[in-house]
């Protein structure tokens, strides 16, 4: 797949924005006083702002965006239905919970507004996560981790964000690195098990079995085994379909890119958690560098993902 | 209903005359808008096409065997592109014709994502999903002759490789060819219930070596001579 930048934007700030609203939110319910509201009122604020910048460069992706407007049509079935209206939601509640932490209002409508930020957060992280997994003819996007890698990583940035509110703002931000490190290594882990589950190409369907060879021939002997090759494409110049879907990833780019995933979106914010000063500054370059590190990990997400329709323009298998 | 082509691989020739027949009918169509095309006449001409011919080589010499391979929508009976769609642009008639409303496609390619055939193109002029409208504009259009309310592709097969009919109707044509050949659908698996079918391709015959052929030549030659030899 073509890997459009508007959209791996559009998916790491927002999920990271998300996975700071749920976290902020939490920490507001099952901990309440351990992050001061100046901290708590910015971190929803910043999780709010990132899941606009997110969906703002989303609509760069659209080749019409005058009729975004009508994508909340199709509820019932389609999951971009589903996660733009959540997010219109988001925005209603996280707002209301900003002001409410703001003017430092406690009690049962604080908790309400806390309780369903989160609940929405999650909500829109899944919906997102299922527009890339219920797609059958991608078998590298149409995999259970899918879902789990997108929960699993915006939470892990957004911890690494809490964490560095909790070094500006909170007396002690002991806790919120052991969150952010629990997360990490959780993320990490389910990272290389998308890897390792995209790496296994037994089941990728064939380009014999694209265009039904396999079905059989009528005559004597079936060529039901026969070895297929694509012989020419019938265009010239490309077309839409080499362009979005053509994009090919040389193997060793896929190697040092992963490795600089696993360097920058987990090892260095990792070793900063386990033995960095819990001072800002650090903080804020230990987040931004697991941010970079999970531009290029989205990035790869759309690179090494191989359409179905490949198999028609001579791939021998996804 | 099930509208749908009956596509013979056996005797489709590959010579993107159902290709061409697509373009042409849908570039002045009113369903979908014009095709674009983007340098037609530059060094790198290319556009949207709703309809297009691969060739493919199967099996190994010498029994091996060209195949030509006409693709367009398969008008899924359970077709995720219409699914996927957040809009609603992108739906299917009664008549099982799968359509997408050019008044409210937003251009997200979703559904092009969603198509393992590929036949879904953005048009990058209207910005909008452009697809195959099985001729809805010809196949129900009574100003036309009986005969020619067919898609514009089966009209121009020059080998009639292609054919359209009802596939929900046993006795059509197309069902009971489909029957009688062993008729497939592509990719199954995926359960989009594509109801396009394809017709195989004969076995292939063993292409001849240079020196078989050399030696079948000679005892065809003996086998001639001998009897006048002989006499």
């Known amino acids: ?318 | 209903m099930k509208l749908g082509l009956l596509i013979d691989l056996d005797t489709c020739v590959g010579c993107h005359a159902c290709a061409i027949a697509c373009k042409e009918w849908n570039a002045s169509s009113k369903v979908n808008g014009a095709l674009s095309d983007y340098q037609p006449f530059g060094a790198e001409p290319s556009g949207v096409w709703f309809n297009r011919v691969r060739h493919y080589e199967v099996g190994d010499y010498p029994a091996s065997k060209t195949i030509n391979f006409p693709l367009s929508c398969m008008h899924c009976a359970d077709a995720d592109c219409v699914t996927v769609c957040p809009t609603g642009a992108s739906y299917r008639r009664a008549d099982g014709i799968v359509l997408v409303d050019q008044d409210k496609c937003m251009g997200c390619n979703l559904c092009a994502w969603a198509c393992p055939y590929g036949a879904r193109e953005l048009d990058e002029v209207s910005g909008t999903m452009k697809k195959c409208t099985l001729c809805v504009d010809r196949i129900y259009d009574e100003l036309l002759a009986p005969e020619d309310r067919q898609p514009a592709c089966v009209l121009a097969c020059p080998t009639r490789a292609r054919l359209f009919g009802d596939f929900d109707d046993p006795e059509s044509e197309v069902s009971r060819l489909a029957a009688e050949r062993g008729g497939f659908g592509l990719l199954p698996e995926l359960g989009y219930a594509p109801v396009n079918r394809y017709l195989p391709p004969r076995q292939p015959r063993p292409v001849l070596a240079e020196e078989d052929v050399r030696a079948l030549l000679e005892r065809g030659l003996a086998s001639l001579a001998s009897p006048v030899i002989r006499r």
């Open chain 1, 1 to 318: 797949m073509k890997p459009a930048f508007s959209l791996v934007f559009f998916t790491v700030s927002s999920g990271a924005g998300l996975g700071l609203l749920a976290l902020a939110a939490l920490v507001d319910l099952f901990a309440p006083g351990s992050l001061p509201a100046q901290a708590l009122w910015r971190g929803a604020l910043l999780g709010l702002a990132l899941l606009a910048a997110g969906l703002t460069s989303s609509l760069l992706h659209l080749a019409n965006p005058r009729n975004a407007w009508r994508s909340f049509a199709r509820l019932r079935t389609s999951w971009l239905s589903r996660e733009a209206t959540a997010a219109g939601a988001l925005f209603a509640v996280g707002a209301a919970y900003v002001l409410r932490v703001f003017g430092d209002g406690a009690g049962p409508v604080r908790v309400l507004l806390g309780l369903a930020t989160c609940l929405l957060a999650w909500l829109v992280l899944v919906c997102t996560a299922m527009i890339y997994a219920s797609l059958k003819p991608i078998r590298q996007w149409h995999t259970r981790w899918t879902p789990t890698n997108f929960l699993l990583l915006g939470h892990w940035s957004g911890a690494m964000l809490l964490a560095a509110l909790a070094c500006a703002y909170a007396p002690r931000a002991g806790a919120f690195f052991a969150l952010a490190t629990a997360l990490g290594v959780a993320a990490l882990a389910g990272k290389l098990a998308y890897w390792h589950a995209i790496g296994d190409a037994a089941l990728a369907p064939t380009l014999e079995r694209a265009i039904g060879v396999r079905e059989g021939v009528h005559g004597p002997a079936p060529i039901s085994v026969a070895h297929a090759r694509l012989l020419d494409v019938g265009h010239s110049h490309g077309t839409f379909l080499t362009r979005e879907f053509g994009f090919v990833l040389a193997r060793r780019h896929a190697g040092a890119l992963r490795v600089a995933v696993l360097a920058l979106g987990f090892g260095l914010p990792l070793a900063w958690l386990v033995a960095g000063a819990a001072r800002w500054q650090p903080a804020i370059a230990a987040a931004a560098c697991c941010i970079i590190g999970l531009l290029v990990e989205r990035w790869l997400f759309f690179a090494e993902a191989r359409h179905t329709v490949r198999l028609y323009h001579g791939d021998p298998r996804t």
